[in-house]
């Protein structure tokens, strides 16, 4: 089983998805790629995080509800066609808190998107992994304790499988990451 980034990454970058998402914010596919691609550990992380505090899976399960019946991640096509697909602003803004600047700027230098686009492009994304978690949630009847590992486990095959992630970890820290304390930075990094 893949996890949820490398699903969502496949969801994302396959059909007329990844057209769809450059199309809006005005972005090279490619680059639009590479954003999505760096940006899907750095949603996982601060869930995982935010899962990690004392209220903090219940606050995720609230922002999970917010989905209504319509999961993005059920048809991410209609989510991306939607005029409000960006409307996972608040959402991503919720997780991040006031790291989402430093992200969106590390992302865009890295891809050369503006820092504007990159932004709209978590925002296009964070409502799919939040409807890819949820129905996770759901299918595996979790509670708090199992979301807040299974989003632990989430986060970490997210950062492993992408080393444009490390590389922008280190470029919103200025400094060099070891390999062995990668999640402790980025749990730092997201107020952990």
Do not use: C, W
């Amino acid at each position: 089983m893949d996890s949820i980034s490398t699903d969502a990454m496949k969801m994302l970058s396959s059909g007329d998805n990844l057209s769809a998402i450059s199309k809006k914010v005005g972005g090279d596919q490619n680059a639009v790629k590479s954003a999505i691609g760096m940006g899907l550990p750095m949603i996982m992380g601060p869930m995982a995080n935010t899962a990690s505090k004392p209220g903090g899976a219940d606050m995720l399960t609230g922002l999970m509800s917010k989905l209504g019946g319509s999961n993005p991640a059920d048809n991410v096509s209609g989510h991306l066609s939607d005029p409000k697909a960006s409307g996972g602003s608040d959402m991503l803004s919720g997780l991040m808190g006031g790291q989402l600047t430093t992200v969106q700027n590390a992302i865009s230098n890295k891809t050369r998107l503006p820092p504007a686009a990159v932004g709209q492009v978590l925002a296009m994304v964070t409502p799919v992994v939040m409807g890819m978690v949820s129905k996770k949630f759901t299918q595996q009847k979790m509670d708090s304790k199992g979301l807040t590992a299974f989003l632990g486990n989430e986060s970490k095959a997210a950062m492993q499988s992408s080393p444009d992630a490390a590389d922008l970890l280190k470029q919103v820290e200025g400094g060099r990451v070891e390999k062995a304390g990668f999640m402790a930075k980025l749990k730092g990094l997201f107020g952990g």
